[in-house]
Nanobody
Framework: QVQLVESGGGLVQAGGSLKLSCAPSGSIVSINAMGWYRQAPGKQRELVAR???????SYADSVMGRFTIFRDNANNTVYLQMNSLKPEDTAVYYCNAVRFVYNYWGQGTQVTVSS
């Protein structure tokens, strides 16, 4: 089992920045990848950014150039630095970890961007 604890959401004006963090615990050995997903009201959950155990990253087109995912290898925490935020970035953001064939999810953190 993997537990994920997220923090860093909040309310910010358009053009502002926020940094989300996700700290894994439990059976963190052999986590293949971690990422951030988001779900806005009435919409499906979508992948925002992902980082593999080897350090490869990928991003949704809508956040490319504005968001950066990175990992602190000292404590395995994964961060999502979000810059130039837009109202359409408003959503609940969920941390995800993939270990073997299993997906684990955090509790979600609300990000609200006001215009």
């Amino acid at each position: 089992q993997v537990q994920l604890v997220e923090s860093g959401g909040g309310l910010v004006q358009a053009g502002g920045s926020l940094k989300l963090s996700c700290a894994p615990s439990g059976s963190i050995v052999s986590i293949n990848a971690m990422g951030w997903y988001r779900q806005a009201p009435g919409k499906q959950r979508e992948l925002v950014a992902r980082i593999t155990s080897g350090g490869s990253t990928s991003y949704a087109d809508s956040v490319m150039g504005r968001f950066t995912i990175f990992r602190d290898n000292a404590n395995n925490t994964v961060y999502l630095q979000m810059n130039s935020l837009k109202p359409e970035d408003t959503a609940v953001y969920y941390c995800n970890a993939v270990r073997f064939v299993y997906n684990y999810w955090g509790q979600g953190t609300q990000v609200t961007v006001s215009s």
